[in-house]
């Protein structure tokens, strides 16, 4: 982004910008950290457990029922920025509200 353009942007834009520019680079360095320390390449299949948008667009299972995958299909599992997710009993999980959730996790966290 040229800083002209920059500069005429409201502070609030321009901050949320560079927090996302940081969370990205921190990112990148996780994964790159995670991708050398298993010696993980572009033939290997890895199984992302993470969540960028909170419980949308997931289903959540049963412990017994079948995965839709099967054994050894995966290279590796990366699970990243999930506490928020394993602070219930799994089976609270198909009932709770979104935001009853969201209460629950941040009090696990702080």
């Excluded at 790159?32 to 572009?42: A, D, V």
């Excluded at 009993?89 to 209460?103: H, R, T």
Aim: aromatic share 8%; net charge neutral.
């Amino acid at each position: 982004m040229n800083s002209r353009h920059h500069s005429t942007m409201p502070w609030n834009l321009r901050t949320e910008e560079f927090i996302s520019n940081i969370f990205n680079k921190s990112k990148e360095a996780r994964v790159r950290l995670f991708m050398e320390k298993l010696k993980l390449g572009p033939n290997d299949s890895i199984l992302d457990l993470g969540s960028e948008d909170g419980l949308g667009g997931y289903t959540i299972r049963k412990e017994n029922e079948p995965r839709p995958f099967s054994d050894n299909q995966f290279s590796a599992v990366w699970c990243n920025s999930v506490i928020e997710h394993v602070t219930l009993n799994k089976d609270s999980l198909c009932d709770i509200k979104k935001m009853d959730f969201i209460v629950h996790s941040t009090k696990h966290q702080t």
